[in-house]
């Protein structure tokens, strides 16, 4: 059972224009949702985050949009800039777990 | 500030054989994480711990073990490796206080099963 999806294995994105990332989820009672950046031969970083009260969350050029009605959220990273090329993840956290739930990733490639 | 760091980065075993990876915890964090992640795949949960004692396990078979000791540092234990269990292993430290979520993670241990 996948409670979080992330339906494009992969994304190419010209330099200087916005990635959107996509991340849809099933269980309603997740109260906090992640953005995790993988390089290779590293672990996931953390990008950023949204508290399930909220719609939008912004740092920088990265910005998180979280849609409960539709159990969907997005991050815009604009402008795209060649070190964003990297492994995206998607997760969510249950109420008063610190357990993850982590989506299945999407590599974001950014062409010059 | 200390990262989250494991070892052994890298290692091959052979099917039936025994493994413990190990982590030390970012400073100030006194709970830890593991996660494997599969080829292609997103990380999954296999336990936390916290305070010395198991707190959550994901669903992965009794042969996946841990520990946690008193400087926070911590152990996976696979035994009787099968060919599935090759994989990234991520160790992930955080604070019982924070409320977002955020996990730090170190770098894993790649463990290839032949």
């Known amino acids: 059972d996948q409670q979080v999806k992330q339906n494009s294995p992969s994304l190419s994105v010209q330099e200087g224009r916005i990635s959107i990332l996509n991340c849809d989820y099933t269980?309603?009672?997740?109260?906090?949702f992640l953005w995790y950046k993988k390089y290779p031969a590293e672990g996931p970083t953390f990008l950023i985050s949204?508290?399930?009260?909220?719609d939008k969350n912004e740092d920088g050029r990265f910005t998180v949009f979280l849609n409960k009605s539709a159990k969907h959220l997005s991050l815009h990273i604009v402008p795209s800039q060649p070190g964003d090329s990297a492994v995206y993840f998607c997760?969510?956290?249950?109420?008063?777990?610190?357990?993850?739930?982590f989506g299945q990733g999407t590599r974001l490639t950014i062409n010059p | 500030e200390t990262g989250v760091t494991q070892s052994p980065t890298h290692l091959i075993k052979t099917r039936g054989q025994q493994v413990t990876l190990r982590c030390s915890s970012q400073?100030?964090?006194?709970?830890v994480s593991w996660y494997q992640q599969a080829l292609g795949q997103g990380p999954q949960f296999i336990f936390q711990?916290?305070?010395?004692?198991?707190?959550g396990r994901g669903n992965f078979p009794p042969r996946f073990s841990g520990l946690q000791f008193p400087n926070y540092s911590s152990e996976l234990n696979v035994n009787a490796l099968e060919l599935d269990d090759s994989a990234l292993y991520l160790c992930?430290?955080?604070?019982?206080?924070?409320?977002?979520?955020?996990?730090?993670f170190g770098e894993g241990s790649r463990l290839t099963v032949l």
């Open positions: 992930a430290s955080s604070s019982s206080g924070r409320t977002t979520g955020e996990l730090f």
């Open positions: 269980n309603s009672m997740f109260d906090y």
């Open positions: 949204i508290s399930s009260i909220k």
């Open positions: 997760a969510a956290r249950g109420q008063g777990a610190q357990k993850l739930v």
């Open positions: 400073s100030g964090h006194n709970t």
């Open positions: 711990y916290y305070r010395e004692e198991e707190n």
